[in-house]
Each structure stands twice: as structure tokens, then as C-alpha cells.
């Protein structure tokens, strides 16, 4: 998925963490909720301005990050 239109980071917002279409919901409270159990439609009913796409997003960005940097050795 690629979630660069949905993710954004803005310096002064969530102290630049990554947040939801310039929204105050950061990644990281996203993926926490999810961690703690709650479901994709959990969720969505407790925050009705996300969409499954919005979660999705998180996931990727999520993955992302954790995949190793791969450089060229000399």
C-alpha cells in the first residue's frame, strides 16, 4: 500500500510524530489501539473520521520502518 498520501509528519504537530491526513491521530496511537486488541472496526467507531485505508496505512508505515536499510558495501 502506499501510504504516502495518507501519512504525514508535520514539525510542531504531535511533536513531528507521523499523524493521519494532517489529522492530530498519530501512527503510533493507531498501532497501540491495535497492540491492545482492539479491532480495525473498534476503532473506526471510536474515531469515525478514520478509514479501513487510514489503518492500513499504519500497517504499511509500520512495516516499513522495520524493514532492514540495505546498502551497498564498497
Known amino acids: 500500500m502506499d501510504y504516502h498520501h495518507i501519512i504525514s509528519?508535520?514539525?510542531?504537530?504531535r511533536g513531528?510524530?507521523?499523524?493521519?491526513?494532517?489529522k492530530r491521530i498519530a501512527v503510533g496511537d493507531v498501532l497501540g489501539w491495535l497492540a491492545a486488541g482492539q479491532t480495525h472496526e473498534q476503532i473506526l467507531s471510536d474515531f469515525p473520521e478514520l478509514t479501513e485505508d487510514d489503518i492500513r496505512a499504519c500497517l504499511a508505515y509500520a512495516a516499513?520502518?522495520?524493514?532492514?536499510?540495505?546498502?551497498a558495501s564498497a
Do not use: H, Y
Request: net charge positive; charged share 40%; with cysteine.
Open 9 to 13: 509528519i508535520e514539525p510542531g504537530k
Open 16 to 22: 513531528g510524530r507521523p499523524c493521519i491526513r494532517q
Open 64 to 71: 516499513d520502518r522495520e524493514r532492514p536499510l540495505i546498502t
